[in-house]
């Protein structure tokens, strides 16, 4: 079953971290889908950009996903657009460093922005959803959500943070008909993996890079009526990375 125009329609969804990588190619894959899409990053110039590139069909302001009268602003905003029935929340900053090297403030920032933003979100976003007849919530954790991964823990604790949170709400908004899935992927080609030392891992069996599309379908499954049955659940997309010991 395909996605077609018709496959979001008369829908408006908001998307933060929106500006580039996955958060803009989320909003390129909604609208395609017949969606409306209002887009938020504290990156305002590189969030109209993208906006501008959609048309009629976006909209674009600012948002620190940490500030709670910004989640408000870009839920009123999304209000007066159309019937708000989906929020993708996918803003996130990256932490290296371990558990004896990680300062307090540097933990407390990763989990601000990638679990209180998306709290935030929900808090603000599923009330409009829920005036609409319902909708869907998608979170962007991580295959590091699922796992540890050595040197990086404030940003697996966020996201096994976030896993937690969306079985939560999934069970807070179930009564509202708002579904809350988690979204885990493995390292796709975006500008937040500059740096790191490859695309593809000797341990994964799909020997092609992630690109940000390869989520953004997965995102659009979620965010539509064709996943009805499915809430508090896991959608893993790493190329089977993280399968098992693989050998070739």
Same mark, same amino acid.
Request: aromatic share 6%; glycine share 12%; charged share 20%.
């Given at each position: 079953?395909?996605?077609? #125009?018709?496959?979001?329609?008369?829908?408006?969804?908001?998307?933060?971290?929106?500006?580039?990588?996955?958060?803009?190619?989320?909003?390129?894959?909604?609208?395609?889908?017949?969606?409306?899409?209002?887009?938020?990053?504290?990156?305002?110039?590189?969030?109209?950009? +993208?906006?501008?590139?959609?048309?009629?069909?976006?909209?674009?302001?600012?948002?620190?996903?940490? $500030? #709670?009268?910004?989640?408000?602003?870009?839920?009123?905003?999304?209000?007066?657009?159309?019937?708000?029935?989906?929020?993708?929340?996918?803003?996130?900053?990256?932490?290296?460093?371990?558990?004896?090297?990680?300062?307090?403030?540097?933990?407390?920032? +990763?989990?601000?922005?990638?679990?209180?933003?998306?709290?935030? @979100?929900?808090?603000?976003?599923?009330?409009?959803?829920?005036?609409?007849?319902?909708?869907?919530?998608?979170?962007?954790?991580?295959?590091? @959500?699922?796992?540890?991964?050595? $040197?990086?823990?404030?940003?697996?604790?966020?996201?096994?943070?976030?896993?937690?949170?969306?079985?939560?709400?999934?069970? $807070?908004?179930?009564?509202?008909?708002?579904?809350?899935?988690?979204?885990?992927?493995?390292?796709?080609?975006? #500008?937040?993996?500059?740096?790191?030392?490859?695309?593809?891992?000797?341990?994964?069996?799909?020997?092609?890079?992630? +690109? #940000?599309?390869?989520?953004?379908?997965?995102?659009?499954?979620?965010?539509?009526?064709?996943?009805?049955?499915?809430?508090?659940?896991?959608?893993?997309? $790493?190329? @089977?990375?993280?399968?098992?010991?693989?050998?070739?």
């Amino acid at each position: 079953m395909g996605f077609t #125009p018709q496959t979001l329609a008369d829908r408006v969804v908001i998307v933060s971290g929106a500006a580039r990588g996955m958060g803009a190619e989320h909003a390129r894959a909604i609208v395609e889908a017949g969606g409306r899409v209002v887009l938020g990053d504290v990156d305002v110039d590189g969030v109209a950009s +993208v906006a501008e590139t959609l048309g009629d069909s976006a909209r674009s302001v600012a948002l620190d996903v940490t $500030d #709670p009268a910004d989640w408000q602003r870009i839920t009123d905003l999304a209000e007066d657009f159309g019937r708000v029935g989906g929020l993708v929340n996918n803003a996130g900053i990256f932490g290296a460093g371990s558990a004896v090297q990680t300062s307090l403030d540097e933990f407390r920032q +990763v989990q601000a922005v990638n679990v209180e933003g998306s709290l935030l @979100g929900i808090a603000a976003v599923a009330p409009a959803i829920r005036d609409n007849g319902g909708g869907s919530i998608v979170n962007i954790s991580s295959v590091a @959500g699922l796992l540890g991964i050595h $040197d990086h823990v404030a940003y697996v604790t966020s996201k096994w943070a976030v896993r937690g949170l969306t079985r939560s709400a999934a069970l $807070d908004l179930g009564p509202w008909a708002i579904r809350v899935n988690s979204v885990h992927p493995g390292r796709i080609v975006t #500008p937040f993996i500059d740096g790191l030392d490859s695309s593809v891992l000797p341990n994964q069996v799909i020997r092609e890079a992630g +690109v #940000p599309r390869d989520i953004s379908a997965l995102v659009v499954f979620l965010l539509s009526e064709h996943s009805r049955f499915s809430t508090g659940s896991e959608f893993i997309a $790493d190329g @089977g990375r993280y399968l098992g010991e693989f050998r070739r």
